[in-house]
């Protein structure tokens, strides 16, 4: 039965430099990159199946992770391995393809989903290397096809800042979409939750979706995260497992069933206050972002970042989109001092706890850059985090639980229903400045080795 969730705790953060819902334009970049880091849970090293100099196609495999050679990570375009480039320890930081104008696939082969069997699904997904789209809870890692999950949950909305429209990328898709979600429901014996903003303008791609479960939900960010969802409609609890994707992963596995081929087609928002002309640009996977922001900038003392400003990583200004992300953020690097800081009247300032009178005006919008407007400092309880954080549970005593390596408690409090961007928000409004996401990654690797 379809559910209706209000949202109540949470911040919207209204920030100029929303991309413009408008015609795509198609963007050729020189070269897309696949780095192993994305993969939450690779060994640092995986076990590479290709050479730089090898020709490859959409889909040829390029590595795996040692402990689970069945899931396969895949080419998302055709062309020459340029580079395999190597960090500390040897470990691999980028996989970089040079690739063709014209893209050639392997043929996986086409098939109506609703013929198969879980286990035919389970392969297809397996060989093309689209499987990697599925993501599980807990732990955010790619999914594991030994274990079957209680429920599927697609997250058909994003509320982070800036964050892309979905509704806008899968318009006309619908029915490469419901294959996807065929294909989906043949994995699981339980439900596949859909879950749609509470508004009169959402696709009838999304609200004419078959064989799942419609929610609604209404209320500010983290409301379009999908770990508030799952905690809201279907909580995990020690020993439960839930695969989770966003519509443009759906649209990928529906194209393999559809089309017999690994289509990483991904629309991606360029955003941010410092570019002159946000807009969509339909490229693939782990594409370059060089040519996206050539002479689109208003300033040159930028961060760039492949996500958004809150869950985001940074990258070079030559550097390439993440494998999971959908939006590129330019944001004003914050390396200045501020005279008398906080000090000041700080009328053009957002301010959560009401220290500016910004505060007066809600729907204001604001050019932040990367200062911390202050350092790490004494980590007390002040209660900011509830206020931003809709799930039912208590957030600095989970934290202190991880920092103490605390097993037990950590399970108490916890730990299986939350990945670091639901806590995104706790570390925005701390005053103490902690690094609250790489707390929680720490705490979700320590607790899935000790349960190995």
Known sequence: MSKRIKIKKGLDIKLFGEAERATANVFYSATHAVKPPDFMGFAPIPKLLIAEGDEVKAGTPLFYDKKSPEILVTAPVSGRIKSVKRGAKRSVSEVIIEADREISYIDYGSANPNELTRDEVELKLLKSGVWA???????????????????????????????????????????????????????????????????????????????????????????????????????????DIVWYLNPQDVLTIGHLFAHGKYDATRYIALTGSEVKSPKYFKTFVGANIQNMIDNNLLSQNCRYISGNVLTGRKIEQDGHIGYYDCQVSVIPEGDYYEFMGWAMPGFNKMSVSRSFPAFLFPNRKYKLDTNYHGEERA?????????????????????????????????????????????????FVCTSKIEVQKIIREGLDLIRKEME
């Open 133 to 239: 789209f599925i993501r599980q809870r807990p732990y955010n890692i790619i999914a594991c096809p030994e274990f079957r999950p209680k429920a599927i949950f697609i997250s058909a909305f994003d509320t982070s800042p800036l964050a892309p429209d979905y509704d806008y990328i899968v318009h006309g898709k619908g029915d490469v979409f419901q294959t996807g979600l065929d294909a989906l429901r043949k994995l699981i014996d339980g439900k596949v939750h859909l879950n749609i903003p509470e508004s009169e303008a959402v696709s009838d791609v999304f609200r004419n979706a078959r064989d799942v479960q419609i929610n609604t939900f209404t209320g500010p960010h983290p409301a379009g995260n999908v770990g508030i969802q799952i905690h809201h409609v279907d909580p995990i609890n020690k020993g």
């Open 379 to 427: 980590y007390v309880v002040s209660g900011q985090y509830e206020k931003v954080l809709p799930m039912d549970i208590l957030p600095v005593f989970l934290i202190k639980a991880i920092l103490t390596k605390n097993i037990d408690k950590m399970e108490q409090l916890g730990i299986y229903e939350v990945c670091e961007e639901d806590f995104a928000l706790c570390e």
